[in-house]
């Protein structure tokens, strides 16, 4: 089937930066919308960034001018770049892609296992 898997998560200090990446693979027509989602403790999953296959994107409020998400089509790849980190942002962030695996069929949802983003004070 689709797989998504991410890297790049870890354990930075507040100010500090992370990059992640997710990359899609599997039985794949073409993608459609790539993006991340973040889930803190105790709070419902939320929308941090998508992007268009053609590369029109969309962000939280919370996280515009310090986060930055591109994605690579080529290699069905969509990278988070997180610059100016602040404790808030400390979550599990989970890398979400709209897929078409073959032609004469819908568009589906898939969503990476998630990585750990912690945010030190």
């Known amino acids: 089937q689709v797989q998504l898997v991410e890297s790049g998560g870890g354990l930075v200090q507040a100010g500090g930066s992370l990059r992640l990446s997710c990359t899609a693979s599997g039985n794949i027509f073409s993608i459609n919308v790539m993006g991340w989602y973040r889930q803190a403790p105790g709070k419902q999953r939320e929308l941090v960034a998508t992007?268009?296959?053609?590369?029109?994107?969309n962000y939280a409020d919370s996280v515009k001018g310090r986060f930055t998400i591109s994605r690579d089509n080529a290699k069905k790849t969509v990278y988070l770049q997180m610059n100016s980190l602040k404790p808030e942002d400390t979550a599990v962030y989970y890398c979400?892609?709209?897929?078409?695996?073959?032609?004469?069929?819908?568009?589906?949802?898939?969503w990476g296992q998630g990585t750990q983003v912690t945010v030190s004070s």
């Open positions: 992007i268009t296959s053609g590369g029109s994107t």
């Open positions: 979400y892609a709209n897929i078409r695996q073959r032609f004469y069929t819908e568009p589906g949802d898939c």
